[in-house]
C-alpha cells in the first residue's frame, strides 16, 4: 500500500477517534479577522415558528451548532450550549440545526435540558451539506457581519465555546 493510503488512513483515525477542532484566526497561516471567510448561507426552519436565513442574525455573533437527540456527545455538549447561551444573551445568537432527527425527539431534547434558544430543522440536510458537516455535533461561530470565525468538530467544552465567542465579538467590532 501507497504511503498516500497510510497517511489518509492516519488522519481519518484521527478524526473518528479524538473529533478534530479547526479554529480559524488562531493559526498564523490563517488570514487577518478582516479576511475572514464568509459564513456559508443557510435556510432552516424553526420548530414552531418561521423560516430563517443567516441574513437573519446579521448583526450580532452567531453560534450554529449541529446536533441530534440520538447522539451521546450531542447531549454531553447539551448543557454546556445552556449555560453559555444564558451568559450570552442579548450579546449572540444560538441556533440549533438539527440533524436526521424527530420534531417529538428535538422537543423532548430541549425540555430535559432547557434549551432557550432556537432549534431548526434542515429540510434535505442542505445547511448541514452548504457547512460541509462530517457527524453531530458540529459547531460553527459566526461574527456580525457574517464571517466564520470558529469551527469546532465534536462536543465543544465551555473554555473553548467562551473563547470563540469572544473571539467572535472582537472580530465584529473590525
Do not use: H
Request: overall charge neutral; hydrophobic content about 45%.
Amino acid at each position: 500500500m501507497t504511503r498516500g493510503y497510510w497517511i489518509a488512513l492516519i488522519v481519518i483515525a484521527l478524526i473518528v477517534i479524538g473529533g478534530v477542532a479547526v479554529t480559524f484566526g488562531v493559526s498564523p497561516n490563517l488570514p487577518e479577522k478582516e479576511e475572514f471567510p464568509r459564513a456559508p448561507d443557510f435556510k432552516v426552519n424553526i420548530i414552531g415558528g418561521r423560516e430563517v436565513t443567516l441574513d437573519d442574525f446579521r448583526g450580532q455573533p452567531l453560534i450554529v451548532n449541529f446536533w441530534a437527540s440520538w447522539c451521546p456527545p450531542c447531549r454531553d455538549e447539551a448543557p454546556t450550549l445552556v449555560k453559555v447561551s444564558n451568559k450570552y444573551r442579548g450579546k449572540v445568537a444560538f441556533l440549533g440545526i438539527v440533524y436526521q432527527d424527530t420534531v417529538a425527539n428535538v422537543k423532548a431534547f430541549t425540555e430535559e435540558f432547557g434549551v432557550k434558544y432556537p432549534s431548526a430543522l434542515d429540510p434535505g440536510a442542505a445547511a448541514a451539506r452548504a457547512y460541509k458537516v462530517t457527524g453531530v455535533p458540529e459547531t460553527y461561530v459566526i461574527d456580525a457581519k457574517g464571517r466564520l470565525v470558529a469551527k469546532w468538530i465534536g462536543a465543544i467544552d465551555e473554555a473553548n465555546l467562551t473563547n470563540f465567542i469572544e473571539e467572535a465579538l472582537r472580530a465584529s467590532a473590525n
